[in-house]
């Protein structure tokens, strides 16, 4: 079945440093790619997305390269922050007939900034 | 305040006594979900909803149901919960059909013994 693969399981930086998770997907039809960070006992949050029309999107300290060729997508942050601590986890869209209607989801990196 | 809500927060309870997780989100949004959350697997999801009456099986649907009466409720029913459906159950919501730009409820924490 589809799958999405996340790397690394576990990333630790230290303040200021940046951090890179990475993620491989296997349906080639997929064209949306959510990143979500989730906090201590709180639901996953929406913190950027990228269609597949682009291959880069910013926001901030927060950004994310998608190469459609090679399945995969990246997300970065740059002058990490001890709140940016959490799980991340990413995801890629999944079409049936035609229709996208679902997401797969990776297995989570747990991001810890050193202070 | 928009939001995507779950009651309980969490819950102990036996095997084989059916129970009902209720979703609510007050963002006139057409497509709900449940998802669960266990370690090292990331976030699997059960059914989703795309509109009113209209349901269907995610990856891991076995041992559960769902009903979409309303459009801003989704609660998800265990029949016959078993010991391998202790997890952590999020709903989530999204205004587009297509799943996009998902908001998630602050999860329940399940335990069944």
Request: with cysteine.
């Amino acid at each position: 079945g589809e799958n999405v693969e996340q790397h690394p399981s576990t990333l630790s930086v230290q303040e200021g440093d940046s951090a890179v998770i990475k993620c491989t997907y296997s349906d080639s039809a997929s064209n949306y790619f959510p990143w979500y960070k989730q906090e201590l006992g709180k639901g996953p949050q929406l913190i950027i997305d990228i269609r597949s029309n682009v291959g880069e999107k910013k926001d901030q300290r927060i950004a994310v390269t998608l190469n459609k060729t090679a399945k995969h997508f990246s997300l970065h942050i740059t002058e990490t922050q001890p709140e940016d601590s959490a799980v991340y986890f990413c995801a890629a869209s999944i079409s049936y007939g035609g229709a996208t209607n679902k997401l797969i989801f990776g297995t989570g990196t747990l991001l810890a900034v050193q202070p | 305040e928009a939001q995507v809500t779950q009651n309980p927060r969490y819950l102990i309870t036996v095997t084989g006594k059916k129970l009902t997780v209720t979703c609510s989100q007050n963002m006139n949004h057409e497509y709900m979900s449940w998802y669960r959350q266990d370690p090292g697997l990331g976030l699997r999801q059960i059914y989703y909803s795309m509109n009113v009456e209209v349901t269907d099986k995610g990856d891991v649907p076995e041992g559960y149901k769902v009903s979409r009466k309303e459009k801003r409720n989704f609660p998800l029913i265990l029949e016959s919960p078993s010991p391998n459906q202790t997890s952590l159950y999020f709903c989530a919501s999204s205004l587009d059909r297509r799943a996009y730009e998902q908001y998630f409820g602050p999860g329940t924490r399940l335990t069944v013994t």
